[in-house]
């Protein structure tokens, strides 16, 4: 019943393909939807929540569909992006309505149960409005877990909440995935992915690119060649002495707004991090500015979807 | 029904200024009799006060408010997603809302203009037709106003539209529109059960039966459109 399986799933909006195509099986244990913005992570976290109807395909939720099947969110809960506009309830009433929703037996408890399990028993009874960002993620949280669904779907759960309470979240998925339960997260943010998800799941441009265990897909995106630009005191003695470096494939002087640089590009990233710092001291530059010049994850997802 | 939305619903509707709005609009049609009969020195003059602001004016706008504070605002937010991802039934959940949009409305409406009828002085099966035509009124308007705010996020436009231009507008011109208006409907019923003239060229079976297919249309369509409810994603 905790098993979600997308079977050749597309979505398309008149002309407009957001979704294509995509089979996968979410099961127990904590999962990264990991894609640049407008993938077409939160059309799939729609459809795989019952609110949006595929345009071809299907997705069940143990066996049953789940569009247009309310008995579903018996089993399932969903944190969407979308802000808490219930604004002037407390949070406690917040998460006490959607006990009360769900027809729990003992609402009280299980309300209590839940703001304890995000950690927001102290402002429970203040207004949301007063929340912060990260509490209001929580509150939503707690609402969404408050009758212990099998499988719970976040759709970019840590978009705006600050550092500290990004690490409680992520201990908390974690905590839910050990438990056995099914948790899919959204981000476009390889690290927050890399933090707690085993198992990654890369949408790009509304295809399904890669998937699997995390360690693979790390590497096929860190073993690919790397740029990067240095400024350094002595832009063509660093260039010698990096032509030098095994992991370093190519080394070009170039200028930029006036300013004179030197463009590299490595083939091992850790090998070239470790490197740089001894070469330069060794040979006597000043290195000013180190800038990787693709590291943004769209380049990545592109070398994913090439290779 | 569900308690928990029509509670919700009630939060969502007086616990906000939009509350304010709501009781200031039956209190404003008071002030009207009052003023009106302090200026001419006698009663007012019920079929002007009472049906042409109070049922054609007033009741309305209470409804249009309250009809679109209890659902519109939640589907154009997608915060409405927080009730629907529940094993509640969708159709409950609207009619749990329009319950509460109706029963406020009721209330406001059928108290408003038993006290504008008090306050203006007319006689005392007047007031029992404008307590008739207030609540039978605002529960038939908050049925089409719901329905119209689920349709569309221009819920409100519509709600005036369908007012001012079908009802008002062209009603005045068109006397056939007679048969379309919600207005007509609560007249002719209210003149049946209060004993009253309040003339509408529409059989009672006619309007009762209108009446009640506004109420379980608007209130079914609704739930249908909650029923297919989608989530937009923000990309």
Redesign the interface.
């Known amino acids: 019943m905790t098993e979600l399986v997308l079977d050749n799933v597309s979505r398309w909006y008149g002309n407009v393909v957001a979704v294509n195509d995509v089979s996968m099986t979410i099961g127990p244990g904590v999962t990264g939807l990991l894609g640049p913005n407008g993938a077409g992570k939160s059309t799939l976290i729609a459809m795989m929540s019952g609110f949006l109807a595929p345009s071809a395909g299907q997705v069940t939720l143990g066996g049953r569909p789940v569009w247009r099947d309310v008995t579903a969110y018996s089993e399932l809960g969903l944190v969407p992006e979308r802000e808490v506009s219930f604004s002037y309830l407390t949070g406690r009433q917040f998460v006490q309505a959607s006990a009360e929703l769900h027809k729990l037996s003992d609402t009280r408890r299980a309300t209590q149960r839940a703001l304890e399990e995000v950690d927001l028993v102290d402002a429970a009874d203040r207004p949301i409005s007063t929340y912060s960002k990260g509490m209001r993620q929580r509150a939503k949280l707690a609402s969404a877990l408050v009758h212990e669904p099998g499988v719970l779907l976040l759709d970019e759960p840590f978009n705006g909440v600050d550092p500290r309470q990004r690490m409680h979240l992520m201990e908390l998925l974690t905590r839910m995935g050990e438990e056995g339960r099914t948790v899919l997260f959204s981000s476009h943010i390889l690290e927050e992915v890399e933090h707690i998800a085993r198992h990654v799941e890369v949408v790009v441009s509304g295809r399904h690119a890669a998937s699997g265990d995390f360690g693979a897909i790390r590497r096929l995106m860190t073993d690919r060649p790397t740029r990067y630009t240095v400024r350094s005191s002595d832009d063509r003695a660093l260039a010698a002495a990096l032509m030098r470096q095994r992991s370093v494939r190519s080394v070009a002087l170039a200028s930029t707004a006036g300013t004179d640089e030197v463009h590299v590009e490595v083939t091992d990233m850790g090998d070239f991090a470790r490197a740089l710092p001894t070469l330069a001291r060794d040979a006597g530059i000043t290195v000013r500015e180190l800038t990787p010049t693709d590291e943004s994850l769209e380049s990545v997802f592109t070398y994913l979807v090439q290779s | 029904m569900?308690?928990?939305?029509s509670?919700?619903a009630l939060?969502?509707l007086v616990?906000?200024r939009r509350g304010l709005v709501l009781a200031a609009l039956p209190l404003v049609l008071v002030l009207l009799a009052v003023v009106v009969r302090l200026l001419t020195g006698e009663a007012i003059s019920a079929r002007g006060v009472l049906v042409e602001v109070g049922l054609a004016v007033v009741v309305p706008l209470v409804a249009l408010l309250a009809a679109n504070g209890v659902l519109g605002?939640?589907i154009d937010?997608?915060?409405v997603?927080?009730?629907?991802?529940?094993?509640?039934?969708?159709y409950v959940v609207a009619a749990s809302k329009w319950l509460t949009a109706a029963g406020v409305s009721a209330v406001l409406g059928a108290g408003g203009l038993a006290a504008a009828a008090l306050a203006g002085g007319v006689s005392g099966r007047w007031v029992l037709a404008s307590a008739v035509a207030g609540a039978v009124g605002a529960v038939l308007y908050t049925a089409l106003f719901t329905a119209m705010s689920a349709a569309t996020r221009h819920g409100m436009i519509a709600g005036l539209v369908y007012v001012l231009l079908i009802e008002r507008g062209l009603g005045t011109l068109l006397t056939g529109l007679r048969y379309v208006s919600v207005q007509s409907f609560t007249q002719r019923v209210t003149e049946a059960v209060a004993d009253i003239d309040m003339p509408v060229d529409m059989g009672l079976t006619y309007a009762v039966v209108a009446g009640v297919f506004v109420l379980v249309a608007g209130v079914a369509f609704a739930g249908w459109r909650l029923?297919?409810?989608?989530?937009?994603?923000?990309?």
């Open positions: 569900n308690p928990t939305i509670r919700l939060q969502a616990g906000q605002p939640e937010d997608g915060s997603v927080y009730l629907l991802s529940t094993p509640v039934s969708r029923a297919h409810f989608q989530l937009r994603g923000d990309e």
